[in-house]
């Protein structure tokens, strides 16, 4: 199994950007897809963004596209989640996970990181 670890969350205002990371360790981590998942208060959680272990494809959702960019480095086995022009409703806790890139875009991986709280205000 795969160990993650997210950072980069915060508070911001509307517009601002954040950079979330996400550390992978284990010895298939970097043949793995990778991707966010995001959960606010009261809903369901909701795919983000995924990118495969080549880098080769990478995946949005709609609210997301034009916005959210994904990135991996290999050399750190980390993958990162730039957020420009966030909004109100992006405000969510934010968690990675990794696996087979269609597991991975499913939600339905074993590995996830612990989450990272993202806020931001109107």
């Known amino acids: 199994q795969v160990q993650l670890v997210e950072s980069g969350g915060g508070l911001v205002q509307a517009g601002d950007s954040l950079r979330l990371s996400c550390a992978a360790s284990?010895?298939?981590?970097?043949?793995?897809?990778m991707g966010w998942f995001r959960q606010a208060p009261g809903k369901e959680r909701e795919f983000v963004a995924a990118?495969?272990?080549?880098?080769?494809?990478?995946y949005y959702a709609d609210s997301v596209k034009g916005r959210f960019t994904i990135t991996r480095d290999y050399a750190k086995n980390t993958v990162y989640l730039q957020m420009n022009s966030l909004k109100p409703e992006d405000t969510a806790v934010y968690s990675c996970?990794?696996?087979?890139?269609?597991?991975?875009?499913?939600?339905?991986?074993?590995?996830w990181g612990q989450g990272t709280q993202v806020t931001v205000s109107s």
């Open positions: 996970t990794a696996g087979p890139v269609r597991t991975v875009k499913a939600g339905l991986s074993e590995s």
């Open positions: 990118i495969t272990w080549s880098g080769s494809s990478t």
């Open positions: 284990g010895r298939t981590a970097s043949s793995y897809a």
